[in-house]
């Protein structure tokens, strides 16, 4: 049996705090037992909390106080979770990193120092021995690991093993992404009823960014790899859904491709989180359907056990010889963060980087 | 000064014909004289009429009685609108133009009909030629003219200009339409609220079939022409804004192609209702915005003048040398139908089809 | 132990079937074993159904096939419930109900028959009593039993207590319900997106008519007493949310009455099924809220345990000395339906009426 | 013919203040002459507003240059209409009336001084006598007149003529408000999504407090009178609409008191601006409808000429013989404040305040 974790939530009263409260709560092994926070230091969590998510606030962590994000309050916590707002974030990693904490981060701020990596634990899982370099580097005890911004997750993930196994040329992606997806206050309601909100160049070029990243990294390649090959592009979107961040990517290709072919190679997908069974591993990390109305992101953004950990792929569709149509739906504070977090401490735990 | 026409709107209570009845009621030379509906009538048109549209019902058609759908009826009318459902269309069309009534449609029944107009008067103004041969053949006094889907016109009208600019190889479009596109009762509730709906395959093949046929009229040609060197794909959905269709396409091309070179063909776009000053006619067809977050639905569907007539096209960004991406914005029951029908009636009594 | 109950849901795809469908998945003792529908008979459920609640569809159910409404294919079934719509459910219910069932219904049918239980279990479990007078006179071997319209509870569960308690002279009662109160298809889109829809007299008069018989019948009388002495008036809406209905009363009373004795009286509720510990009674029935900005629809709906089962009830405040303003939340589907109707289940079996 | 006044509009760039440039465009003898901002000063006006109501930015304001709030640039201003943020307005309208200009303010910061009228020309116009006591106290040469609280005028308007005409006793309001009454950016979009946020108990009380000093003024009474006789309550919501309040009443009487003579009253409402034909007098301040699906946000808000001057009220039913239920909606933004402040320009400079 494994050695019970415990583990500090930084942010805990965000969207991304509550999935890691709520996740961790059923974890077999890493329990939630700090929870840090800002404005809300001094309140009971259960009191305190914006619940956006299903069921109540687990009796695990009700009835816990809201603490400062202080390391020396800290002592024997073995990991930290950090889905901190960007810029805040930063800072406070490093000196966590620095004290010999492993942190696992949700936050833009190290997702791109060469020796931090940017993992999917399926997909780019040899990226964790960056660490290694990081550590020595940086002469840290600790060290970080960051998670991919959630819309770059909703491309990547069915993107990877499509250009792990065929000659992709590039992906023209066009996100419709929710609200939870800016935290909390996030986007102004007047800006959105009545309205579609175009998220605009940053943030496009910060998806393209991070895909690239990670699929330059598919290959067993390490860092940030050139992909100057692929042409990717996106065109991201917010609009009135809660959680879930849908994507059409038309998929393009060198050589005549047949979407036949890519669906099997998406069914098949699997990595090493489910070589593993580690705990939160969906069986698959992809699920395909056929409906031609589907995905929904009401209907299948809880896809996967545990619930949210699939992607679901759906309109695949042969556009011409060497171009395919594919929809994506990832639901953004699971398998975009928390989850990924959570799966990313799980796959360090085996690797022998958190103890 | 121009005889006074008298139009009758059929569907005038549906949600194009509410946009029939307010842009005739300001129109200098068409007047709405008759409104045809099915279940309202007999009802004063103000008290029945869901006014899902800016303003109050004017006073031209407040009082006026909702009357069937009956050309004995319509002795006195110049002009048949009609925004009819599909498959109800079809064979009252038929009807009126037999008997000698120019009939402008904008339901789906007879888009495909060889010797049919399928007419953007910027566009395709040259098709109206096909009257003359649908008269003759059918031996009708009348005829049968067609507005094409809003969707289509929506990514047909800007890509238009590009097609006829530049060596076009194909687009790949992702629409995220508005509610009153599909009519009212429409989408029920359930289904668009914390939700997108996927058009599904048929609504995705239409749309890619009009373009086609449009875009292969743009150089001149008639009928139906095949199309098969430019590659057409179109992604479909309905999310909960109540007017207006927001398409995004990622433009190929032959060759390298600027995409300042793009803006400036779509900025200089004109058509015979500009050169005609049609009363209808919108100063610039397509308007293009620079700033990184528009067009967005709620500010901009009723742009230009008269408000809805222009397509309002952004975020023109050069995605490789031979791709471009592109925004546009269609308000769908305006320009996409009663504002398109208005337009092409102008046009048609400017060449003489109409007296 | 319990003897396991089989029980064949009519309906089963509906609004309130899919919450029969997850709490009978969890029962300790009565099963999902049938599946009636009418347009989806002979799908998997999993594949049909609409899962407009939360998780997905359980694998007790998910492979079932949806079967017809038939009662010669029901023969092992122990319990009948059903949430069918108003008109289909009356003759259906009778059929079975002559052939010895026991039927549960949600639907509106039969709620005036002055044999026919209008059953709250914590509020009037004493009507059941009527089941024997309805056996006798209509020489069944089943009965049925019926449960009220989820706006009628939402106001009659929290003014039961009150009226019980205190010299209740009124309520004036302003309602804002949810979309799923309607079924699907239901409330057209464009009826709701920036709107309020008003649900009219006919809607404002059977919630008053259903609430004026629970409360002539809380102080133990049975049938519909006249409860002239109470004036009670509803004003019913339906807005853009999923699920909950929200209802704010100002509730007047005959003689000074403090706020605080209310809020006593409501936090202590309790009533038979919680006596009995029956395994769908929430620990309380009511549960009040301090916080001047709660309940709320989307955090606060699922209140209770099982959730959904606790009305929430907030805004407690003395406006004059003999007036007091209350809101309650109340999940429509859940506690206005499909949970009311299985807590009415196990208290019938408990009191020998289903063995 | 009247002399042209020249006016300012500060918080010119907010959700009032865009109908104070809508509105005055079209003025017959107020011309939008100075635009103050904030964060937008530098800006062109049509360039930097969110034109968040009907048409496109009018072309009198649409080439202006935001301005900052400064009284040395606007020697030549005749009157200032001040929307400003609460907190932000007091200050600055104190300086302007001292300096001379008459200041129009939406704003609450003086609606309470006793020397300042709170004025609803309809309904109180005698209180700008309060000016000459203002202007004396103060030593000032201009002097600050302010228009209520939207949804207090939505209460209040429908009730003056109901308490001028009945002995009533009191009124129990719930609201049900939209979102541009908060301002941009206003409301979180994930407080409202599927949900409905109650405004809490200082929204309510700040509501019946303005409504009682209306209705007190009613009876020719001037500063805030007692009203300990009318006993009022108010709950007050906002949602997801975007311009409309919505507000069910639940009205008492001292005696009994016939729905139909209350229609009556309603109907036959009319006030001094209707008497003096101000411009932006609504020839009916209060529009009654009999359907009993309405009034609708979507639909009505919109009401009398000007298109939101006036109240649309309908559901009007006798409860019981001493109560009656009416429903009122108001455009918040217009009649509840650029309208109204407009209007109250105009009764100013007829009963000679401005020149
Ligand atoms: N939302 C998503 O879908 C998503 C997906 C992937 C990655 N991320 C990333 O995850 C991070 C969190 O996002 P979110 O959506 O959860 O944000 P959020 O809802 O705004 O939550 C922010 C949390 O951080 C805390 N906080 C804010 N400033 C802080 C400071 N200076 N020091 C310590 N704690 C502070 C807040 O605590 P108090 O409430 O106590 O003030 C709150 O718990 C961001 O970096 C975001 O980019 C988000
Ligand atoms: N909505 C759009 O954006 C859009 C854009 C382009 C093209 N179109 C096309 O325009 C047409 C109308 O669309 P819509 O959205 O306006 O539909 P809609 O809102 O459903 O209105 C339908 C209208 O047709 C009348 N009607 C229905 N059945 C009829 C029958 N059998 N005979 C005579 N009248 C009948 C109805 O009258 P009563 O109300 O009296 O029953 C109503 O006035 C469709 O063909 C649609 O494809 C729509
Ligand atoms: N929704 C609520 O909040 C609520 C609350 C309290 C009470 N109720 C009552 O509960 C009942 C059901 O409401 P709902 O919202 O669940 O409705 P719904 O979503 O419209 O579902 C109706 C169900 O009934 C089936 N059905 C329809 N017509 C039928 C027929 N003629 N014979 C057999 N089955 C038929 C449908 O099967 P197919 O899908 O296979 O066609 C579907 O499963 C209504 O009487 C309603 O008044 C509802
Ligand atoms: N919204 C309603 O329905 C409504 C109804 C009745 C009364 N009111 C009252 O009207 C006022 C305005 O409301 P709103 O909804 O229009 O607000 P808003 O949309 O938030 O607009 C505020 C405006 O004030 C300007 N501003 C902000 N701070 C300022 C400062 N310190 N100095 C000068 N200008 C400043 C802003 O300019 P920049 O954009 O340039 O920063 C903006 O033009 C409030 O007092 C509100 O209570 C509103």
Same mark, same amino acid.
């Given at each position: 049996? #494994?050695?019970?974790?415990?583990?500090?939530?930084?942010?805990?009263?965000?969207?991304?705090? /509550?999935?890691?409260?709520?996740?961790?709560?059923?974890? %077999?092994?890493?329990?939630?037992?700090?929870?840090?926070?800002?404005?809300?230091?001094?309140?009971?969590?259960?009191?305190?909390?914006?619940?956006? =998510?299903?069921?109540?606030? $687990? #009796?695990?962590?009700?009835?816990?106080?809201?603490? %400062?994000?202080?390391?020396?309050?800290? !002592? &024997?916590?073995? /990991?930290?979770?950090? %889905?901190?707002?960007?810029?805040?974030?930063? $800072?406070?990693?490093? +000196?966590? @990193?620095?004290?010999?904490? %492993?942190?696992?981060?949700?936050?833009? &701020?190290?997702?791109? !120092?060469?020796?931090? $990596?940017?993992?999917?634990?399926?997909?780019?899982?040899?990226?964790?021995?960056?660490?290694?370099?990081?550590?020595?580097?940086?002469?840290?005890?600790?060290?970080?690991? =960051?998670?991919?911004?959630?819309? @770059?997750?909703?491309?990547?993930?069915?993107?990877?093993?499509?250009?792990?196994?065929?000659?992709?040329?590039?992906?023209?992606?066009?996100?419709? +992404?929710?609200?939870?997806?800016?935290?909390? $206050?996030?986007?102004?309601?007047?800006?959105?009823? &009545?309205?579609?909100?175009?998220?605009?160049?940053?943030?496009?070029?910060?998806? /393209?960014?991070?895909?690239?990243?990670?699929?330059?990294?598919?290959?067993?390649?390490?860092?940030?790899?050139?992909? +100057?090959?692929?042409?990717?592009?996106?065109? =991201?979107?917010?609009?009135?859904?809660?959680?879930?961040?849908?994507?059409?990517?038309?998929?393009?290709?060198?050589?005549?491709?047949?979407?036949?072919?890519?669906?099997?190679?998406? &069914?098949?997908?699997?990595?090493?989180?489910?070589?593993?069974?580690?705990?939160?591993?969906?069986?698959?990390?992809?699920?395909?359907?056929?409906?031609?109305?589907?995905? +929904?992101?009401?209907?299948?953004?809880?896809?996967?056990?545990?619930?949210?950990?699939?992607?679901?792929?759906?309109?695949?569709?042969?556009?011409?010889?060497?171009?395919?149509?594919?929809?994506?739906?990832?639901?953004?504070?699971?398998?975009?963060?928390?989850?990924?977090?959570?799966?990313?401490?799980?796959?360090?735990?085996? #690797?022998?980087?958190?103890?």
């Amino acid at each position: 049996m #494994k050695r019970i974790l415990k583990a500090a939530i930084l942010g805990a009263t965000g969207l991304v705090g /509550i999935e890691y409260a709520r996740m961790l709560s059923e974890h %077999p092994y890493i329990k939630p037992a700090y929870l840090a926070g800002k404005n809300s230091v001094g309140r009971p969590y259960g009191e305190i909390v914006r619940w956006q =998510t299903v069921g109540q606030v $687990p #009796k695990e962590v009700r009835d816990m106080e809201v603490k %400062p994000t202080d390391p020396k309050l800290m !002592d &024997d916590v073995d /990991i930290i979770f950090s %889905p901190l707002p960007q810029g805040a974030a930063g $800072p406070v990693e490093e +000196q966590f @990193a620095k004290l010999g904490f %492993p942190v696992i981060s949700n936050s833009p &701020d190290h997702r791109f !120092d060469p020796d931090v $990596p940017l993992l999917i634990p399926e997909v780019n899982p040899h990226t964790v021995s960056l660490i290694d370099e990081q550590k020595k580097r940086r002469d840290w005890k600790g060290f970080i690991v =960051t998670t991919p911004l959630c819309t @770059a997750q909703g491309a990547a993930i069915p993107l990877s093993p499509i250009y792990m196994n065929f000659k992709m040329n590039g992906a023209y992606i066009t996100t419709i +992404q929710s609200l939870s997806g800016a935290g909390y $206050p996030g986007i102004p309601s007047l800006d959105i009823v &009545d309205n579609i909100l175009p998220l605009g160049d940053a943030y496009d070029a910060k998806t /393209i960014k991070e895909v690239t990243r990670i699929l330059g990294e598919v290959k067993r390649n390490i860092g940030e790899p050139s992909m +100057q090959e692929v042409s990717l592009a996106a065109t =991201t979107h917010r609009i009135a859904t809660i959680h879930g961040h849908y994507e059409v990517s038309y998929v393009t290709f060198k050589e005549d491709t047949e979407v036949s072919k890519v669906r099997e190679v998406l &069914d098949n997908f699997r990595g090493e989180p489910q070589d593993l069974k580690l705990p939160t591993a969906p069986e698959k990390p992809i699920i395909t359907m056929n409906e031609d109305n589907r995905p +929904q992101v009401y209907f299948d953004r809880w896809a996967g056990n545990p619930p949210g950990m699939s992607i679901v792929v759906g309109r695949l569709k042969q556009i011409n010889n060497r171009t395919i149509r594919m929809v994506s739906l990832i639901h953004n504070t699971i398998r975009g963060a928390a989850g990924g977090g959570i799966l990313s401490a799980e796959l360090l735990k085996e #690797k022998g980087y958190i103890e």
